[in-house]
């Protein structure tokens, strides 16, 4: 079972759509996660880190469940330019200090 | 402005030669990445250097080399070893307790 999986997708949605994306992990004793996301031929940027208690930033969403271990990201009215690659993270190895990538989901919205 | 640096943007190397790939920070930050991108794949860990003089192989080091002679310097050699050098590069380096912030990239090219 591979430390992080995501749905690769791509997720073909109309602007304006809501979007869900899920991410599963194996370590139970990872302690940090975080969503990035990644453009074409760029290098990833955080989108926002995930909280126990859930956290939202505008038209993002995520949410964490330890005792299933996944982590989702829902994006609300989806906007032509939130097409990209979305990297689930978490952390892991000694002192939880190593992050650990998952391969991406690829999202595209469409006109 | 603070950030990560890496240069050049593009590289192409002759078959048996050695290159190395520069990624320099003002972030002040401790820990710094090499990751391995390729096509369609997810971020795979080259090496990581967590202080100065001090540095550990990540998933797939064989075929690269490290030094970390100064904080803001973590360069990253690929040797004629490696045996199939093509891909993505990116260096990071990591705000505590685990943000990562990414330089734009290397690309490199066997020719």
């Known amino acids: 079972r591979k430390e992080v999986e995501q749905d690769p997708g791509p997720f073909n949605v109309p602007e304006g759509a809501t979007v869900a994306f899920n991410c599963t992990y194996s370590?139970?004793?990872?302690?940090?996660f975080f969503w990035y996301r990644q453009d074409c031929r760029k290098e990833p940027k955080l989108l926002m880190s995930?909280?126990?208690?859930?956290n939202e930033d505008g038209r993002f969403t995520a949410q964490l469940n330890r005792a299933s271990q996944y982590i989702s990201l829902l994006i609300r009215d989806s906007k032509l330019s939130d097409s990209a690659t979305y990297l689930c993270v978490v952390t892991g190895g000694d002192n939880n200090r190593k992050l650990i990538w998952g391969l991406g989901t690829s999202l595209a919205v469409n006109p | 402005d603070g950030g990560i640096t890496q240069s050049p943007k593009y590289l192409f190397r002759k078959e048996g030669q050695n290159v190395t790939l520069s990624c320099e920070q003002n972030?002040?930050?401790?820990?710094m990445y090499w990751y391995r991108q390729d096509p369609g794949q997810g971020l795979r860990l080259i090496y990581y250097s967590q202080i100065v003089n001090d540095f550990q192989k990540g998933d797939i080091a064989e075929g690269y080399s490290v030094s970390r002679e100064k904080k803001e310097s973590f360069p990253l050699t690929v040797t004629s070893a490696q045996k199939n050098p093509t891909a993505f590069y990116l260096c990071?380096?990591?705000?505590?307790?685990?943000?990562?912030?990414f330089g734009q990239g290397t690309r490199l090219t066997v020719v």
């Open positions: 972030l002040n930050h401790d820990a």
């Open positions: 990071a380096s990591l705000r505590d307790p685990t943000e990562a912030f």
């Open positions: 370590n139970s004793a990872s302690q940090s």
């Open positions: 995930v909280y126990s208690s859930g």
